[in-house]
């Protein structure tokens, strides 16, 4: 029988914030896949985990996976980890877990933290529907567009970002999405300076401007209000996207309505004319 590939979540900032099943599961299998082998090396430490450590990084991931599976193949279980949070999300993981799935291994969870879900769930905005982007492009064009695209998007809107970029990002909202738009960032999670900021990017812009943030940070976009909606070019595409997710025509017009703040006449005659 194969091994089981275990997605094994690490602390975000507080080495408390391990599970006892994480550590049972360190301790037990015979091998640890780590991100960075150091920085792993210290909470096998603190936690008196002895297990030998391999490195998966987003440099060697490809190559990396065929050995790992190779590993699973003889029967051993491995676990996966990244140096903090859940591993696959914005670090190493996915390459390994679609092969293995691939090759009918099991894989298998050990939740604990993961920054962007700790921070939505004290955010105080919505947290359903979300979206989440992980780290946006680095060029202020790739990422406008991006932001651009999710334009439309009722939801509230995720991102992680390094400190150095922030105000970069945080110019490319004001550009897109108008002054207003709800932010709030959530930085330095768990941590001794944990500290969530909340107001429009205008106002977080300035804050920013007289003291630079530091350290960790996720970044969390209301869902776009009415009057920040781009009303569709064409509302037959608008349509037939709802009517792919099983409504039916009048709901999604009578969705559509509702979303843009625009008549159903309006939607309907433009259908209407199409057919
Ligand atoms: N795998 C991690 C997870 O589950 O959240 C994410 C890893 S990603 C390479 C690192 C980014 O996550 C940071 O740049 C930051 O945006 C976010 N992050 C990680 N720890 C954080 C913390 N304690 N507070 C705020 N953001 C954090």
């Given at each position: 029988m194969d091994g089981t590939l275990f997605l094994c979540a690490t602390p975000i900032g507080n080495l408390r914030d391990i599970s006892i099943r994480a550590v049972e599961i360190l301790k037990a299998v015979p091998l640890i896949a780590a991100e960075d082998t150091r920085q792993t090396l210290k909470l096998l430490n603190h936690f008196e985990i002895k297990t030998k450590l391999t490195s998966y990084h987003q440099h060697n991931e490809k190559s990396k996976s065929v050995e790992l599976i190779e590993h699973l193949k003889l029967g051993k279980d491995l676990a996966l980890v990244s140096d903090a949070g859940l591993p696959g999300i914005s670090d190493p993981g996915e390459v390994i877990v679609k092969e293995a799935i691939k090759q009918g291994i099991k894989v298998d969870v050990i939740p604990g933290p993961t920054a962007f879900v700790s921070g939505l769930v004290i955010s105080g905005l919505p947290t359903s529907p979300i979206y989440f982007g992980g780290f946006l492009p680095n060029s202020s064009k790739a990422r406008q567009e991006e932001l651009k695209k999710l334009k439309n998007l009722i939801a509230t809107q995720i991102f992680y970002e390094s400190p150095h970029r922030l105000d970069k990002f945080l110019a490319d909202v004001l550009d897109v999405r108008g002054n207003t738009t709800e932010v709030v960032i959530a930085r330095e999670?768990?941590?001794?300076?944990q500290e969530l900021l909340r107001g429009s990017v205008g106002e977080l812009i300035e804050r920013i401007s007289k003291t630079p943030l530091k350290g960790e940070m996720v970044i969390y976009l209301a869902p776009p209000v009415l009057e920040e909606l781009d009303k569709p070019a064409d509302w037959n595409i608008e349509v037939d996207a709802l009517l792919g997710t099983g409504l039916d025509r009048k709901q999604a017009i009578k969705a559509l309505a509702d979303k843009y703040g625009v008549q159903k006449r309006e939607i309907y005659n433009a259908v209407m004319k199409n057919e």
């Open positions: 999670l768990t941590k001794l300076h």
